[in-house]
């Protein structure tokens, strides 16, 4: 299939952006990328006439919760541990099989159908083979992991004894992780709060039996968060952690807000990423991380929306351009400019999940993990230059713009046409679910 668009975002090494340009598919990959003048003779290729419109990576985000999608709403006005203790903790307990496959599913049609192709998603306590099935059915590209608990002070019912834990982690991490090629496993102990200084420890040496899989954890979210970490362990989160074995190369921590100079260096030294998400941090008034910070020190970081009650959406353009805009009243204008986010937003969250060899940029070689946006509606990007197709779509850009998701170049959302599941049903079996899951909390 060959696909015709306006401008090609390639997100390359060389930050190439091609005007008038096409993308040839073959078996899912990108085959070759290039001006539509250079292109041969297209035989009888399937032909996407998208030549109005840009083509850009699909959106990556690697700290996701599918679980609480249905939550959204909910938990408004809150701080986090306030937030996890009087309703999202009561809610995941009382989540069945099926309240969280409608939550599951809630999630991903709105992350397709806002150009996110690939996320680390969190998972939650029970039933985490619902989410790996929905996952699997969607197309969508992703790690995921069953949420790991072995402590909860601030609700103990939602909690697992540590062997159970472990044991069930292995057998989940052994039955997914790439059975479905585009399906890895993202080992997820939830933070240091909620996990034995035994299960961090044994879930680090467990990921280095599952190659290419991931450490994926919440961190220096919050400062009561910290200053109890502080209290339990005599360290600081980030310290504590590493004596944990947590921080690898493999490691993604989402939030990263509260760090000391040592912590940051700590976190550079063990090459693991940060997933910033804005909107959460100031929704539950968690803080702003110090990402422009990051970014000079090295550190890998990416672009999460996090979970639909602390967001509340799933936009990976509403997180990107707020992750924008917050840091400069604080750090400048120059800071966090419209292509760093969008770096931040594609390859860079990429190689937060080990994966940029093979998605994150339009490239050859590359999965044919594209989307294709619409940036005409007012004047988004008239001004023709690279800058503007950044700000067009970064500062201007929505999800109603997107027109088309692909992934391993499969189309799995197109507007108006096509979703993964009929949002009318799913609205209505979710008013259901939630009524009956309120009965259980
Ligand atoms: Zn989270």
């Given at each position: 299939m060959i696909v015709f668009a306006k401008n090609i975002i390639t997100m390359d090494a060389g930050r190439r952006i091609i005007r008038d340009g096409y993308i040839r598919i073959t078996d899912g990959v990108i085959s070759s990328v290039g001006e539509r003048s250079s292109l041969g003779d297209t035989g009888n290729e399937q032909i996407l006439d998208a030549s109005g419109l840009t083509l850009l990576p699909g959106f990556i985000q690697p700290?996701?919760?599918?679980?609480?999608?249905?939550?959204?709403?909910?938990?408004?006005?809150?701080?986090?541990?306030?937030?996890?203790?009087?309703?999202?903790?009561?809610y995941e307990n009382a989540h069945s099989k099926s309240s969280l496959r409608v939550s599951a599913r809630l999630g991903i049609n709105e992350l397709l159908?806002?150009?996110?192709?690939?996320?680390?998603?969190?998972?939650?306590?029970?039933?985490?083979?619902?989410?790996?099935?929905?996952?699997?059915?969607?197309?969508?590209?992703?790690?995921?992991?069953?949420?790991?608990?072995?402590?909860?002070?601030?609700?103990?019912?939602?909690?697992?004894?540590?062997?159970?834990?472990?044991e069930e982690t292995y057998s989940l991490a052994k039955e997914f992780h790439f059975k479905n090629p585009r399906i890895g496993y993202g080992f997820a102990p939830r933070f240091a709060l909620s996990c034995s200084n035994a299960l961090l420890k044994e879930t680090a040496e467990l990921q280095k039996d599952f190659p290419e899989s991931i450490l994926h954890t919440h961190a220096s979210e919050?400062?009561?968060?910290?200053?109890?970490?502080?209290?339990?362990?005599?360290?600081?989160?980030?310290?504590?952690?590493?004596?944990?074995?947590?921080?690898?190369?493999?490691?993604?921590?989402?939030?990263?807000?509260?760090?000391?100079?040592?912590?940051?260096?700590?976190?550079?030294?063990?090459?693991?990423?940060?997933?910033?998400?804005?909107?959460?941090?100031?929704?539950l008034s968690s803080g702003i991380a110090n990402i422009p910070r990051y970014l000079k020190e090295g550190?890998?970081?990416?672009?999460g929306a996090d979970g639909a009650p602390c967001n509340n959406n799933l936009s990976a353009l509403i997180e990107g351009r707020l992750a924008a805009l917050i840091q400069k009243p604080l750090h400048g204008p120059?800071?966090?400019?419209?292509?760093?986010?969008?770096?931040?937003?594609?390859?860079?969250?990429?190689?937060?999940?080990?994966?940029?060899?093979?998605?994150?940029?339009?490239?050859?070689?590359?999965?044919?993990?594209?989307?294709?946006?619409?940036?005409?509606?007012?004047?988004?990007?008239?001004?023709?230059?690279?800058?503007?197709?950044?700000?067009?779509?970064?500062?201007?850009?929505?999800?109603?713009?997107?027109?088309?998701?692909?992934?391993?170049?499969?189309?799995?959302?197109?507007?108006?046409?096509?979703?993964?599941?009929?949002?009318?049903?799913?609205?209505?079996?979710?008013?259901?679910?939630?009524?009956?899951?309120?009965?259980?909390?």
């Open positions: 700290h996701i919760h599918l679980c609480q999608t249905l939550f959204r709403g909910m938990a408004d006005n809150l701080e986090l541990l306030d937030w996890l203790q009087l309703r999202i903790f009561p159908k806002g150009g996110t192709t690939t996320i680390l998603d969190m998972g939650t306590l029970r039933h985490q083979e619902v989410i790996f099935e929905e996952l699997t059915a969607s197309g969508m590209r992703a790690f995921a992991g069953k949420c790991m608990m072995d402590e909860n002070t601030l609700y103990p019912a939602f909690r697992n004894d540590t062997r159970a834990e472990m919050n400062k009561s968060e910290i200053e109890e970490v502080r209290r339990r362990y005599g360290k600081e989160n980030i310290d504590y952690l590493d004596s944990t074995g947590m921080l690898t190369g493999k490691s993604v921590l989402a939030h990263c807000i509260h760090l000391n100079d040592n912590e940051i260096k700590t976190l550079k030294e063990r090459n693991s990423a940060v997933c910033h998400c804005p909107s959460s941090n100031l929704k550190i890998k970081v990416s672009i120059l800071s966090m400019d419209a292509f760093t986010v969008l770096k931040l937003m594609t390859i860079d969250g990429a190689a937060a999940l080990g994966i940029d060899g093979v998605t994150g940029s339009i490239e050859t070689g590359k999965k044919a993990d594209f989307i294709l946006i619409n940036l005409n509606t007012y004047n988004k990007s008239v001004y023709d230059s690279d800058e503007s197709i950044y700000s067009g779509l970064i500062y201007s850009g929505g999800d109603a713009d997107v027109e088309f998701t692909f992934v391993d170049g499969n189309c799995v959302y197109q507007k108006d046409v096509k979703e993964v599941y009929d949002q009318a049903e799913l609205l209505s079996e979710a008013k259901m679910e939630l009524k009956s899951l309120l009965n259980r909390v």
